[in-house]
């Protein structure tokens, strides 16, 4: 088991609609960063978070909003949701920077 | 850029042969490199990772080969299982991007019985 727990597993949206991910930091862990992987990819840097403030984003709207809590979990917010936006959705939570970065199961969004 | 890439998107073998994964990056300043595995449905799941002051890390069944004269990064793959099957990523970490993580395409591996 990674450590790491995302919900829900799948998720089906309808265009426009406004999502919530939630990603459950591994003990210890106080840097989650999200990814947005699409069929057939590489993963996407989405954004990170540290220490409750996002502290580096990736090419990604401001649609896609986040958060982190004080025990470190951390959400990810979409809204108007978009076709493109179907795909897995991933956290990776580490401590500082140091080595090992462990990836939740992610995510599987589809919007129709 | 920023990129990371892989010479082949597929990579065929047979049970027991040593299997080679290729990835090459474009960024110099990388100082951190990561090679996951992801099988379907699941998230990545680390492997190795090697710093760019090292060229050869081992793990177990594993080695990762870095070539920064050429920005080559290989990851090695001792008689393979078919629990090997899997797409392979190699992720790259800049020095000043934090912890962001670039990743390339991915290679499919499959192990033949």
């Known amino acids: 088991e990674t450590g790491v727990t995302q919900s829900p597993t799948h998720l089906i949206k309808t265009r426009g609609q406004q999502v919530t991910l939630r990603c459950s930091s591994q003990?210890?862990?106080?840097?989650v960063s999200w990814y947005q992987q699409a069929l057939g990819q590489g993963p996407q840097f989405i954004f990170q978070y540290y220490r409750e403030e996002e502290n580096g984003r990736g090419n990604f709207p401001p649609r896609f909003s986040g958060l982190q809590f004080p025990n470190y979990s951390s959400e990810l917010n979409v809204n108007a949701l978009e076709l493109d936006d179907s795909a897995l959705y991933l956290c990776?939570?580490?401590?500082?920077?140091?080595?090992?970065?462990?990836f939740g199961s992610g995510t599987r969004l589809t919007v129709v | 850029g920023e990129s990371v890439g892989l010479h082949l998107p597929t990579l065929s073998v047979q049970e027991g042969d040593n299997s080679i994964i290729n990835c090459a990056y474009s960024n110099s300043a990388s100082d951190y490199f990561i090679w996951y595995k992801q099988e379907s449905g699941k998230g990545p799941q680390f492997i190795i990772d090697?710093?760019?002051?090292?060229d050869k890390r081992q793990g177990q069944r594993v080695t990762v080969l870095l070539n920064k004269t050429v920005k080559h990064l290989s990851l090695q793959i001792a008689a393979t299982q078919p629990g090997d099957s899997a797409v392979y990523f190699c992720?790259?970490?800049?020095?000043?991007?934090?912890?962001?993580?670039?990743f390339g395409e991915g290679t499919q591996l499959t192990v033949n019985p």
């Open positions: 003990s210890g862990h106080n840097t």
């Open positions: 990776a939570t580490h401590r500082d920077q140091t080595r090992g970065y462990t």
């Open positions: 992720a790259e970490r800049l020095a000043t991007s934090g912890s962001r993580l670039t």
């Open positions: 090697i710093r760019s002051n090292m």
